[in-house]
Nanobody, 123 residues
């Protein structure tokens, strides 16, 4: 199983980015997928998680209304559309997959992790 996150970069406050997580070796129809982030000096935190059938979605309170998670099972890819970015969104963003219940966003429940992509929000 491999996960490849991409799409990070440097963006000004208020800008947008779309992260992608390309997976191989598994079917997204059978696993939940999560986006997590880690800021410098802070613990990793959940951002958004989507269930295997995409019926259940969880967002952290800090990103509700600004971020949207989606998935394309045919392309084995999960996306995170991030709008109205703030400096506090800065960090390394990781995607992960696991046989979790619904849109559970508990990191240790996820089995496979990508390498992370850096998001920097700064003027």
């Amino acid at each position: 199983v491999q996960l490849q996150a991409s799409g990070g970069g440097l963006v000004q406050p208020g800008g947008s980015l779309r992260l992608s997580c390309k997976t191989s070796g598994l079917s997204l129809e059978h696993v939940g997928t999560g986006w997590f982030r880690q800021a410098p000096g802070k613990e990793r935190e959940p951002v958004s998680c989507i269930s295997d059938n995409a019926a259940d979605i969880h967002y952290a309170d800090s990103v509700k209304g600004r971020f949207t998670v989606s998935k394309d099972n045919a392309k084995n890819t999960v996306y995170l559309q991030m709008n109205s970015l703030k400096p506090e969104d800065t960090g390394v963003y990781y995607c992960a997959t696991g046989r979790v219940y619904g849109s559970s966003c508990v990191g240790p429940e996820y089995d496979h992790w990508g390498q992370g992509t850096q998001v920097t929000v700064s003027s």
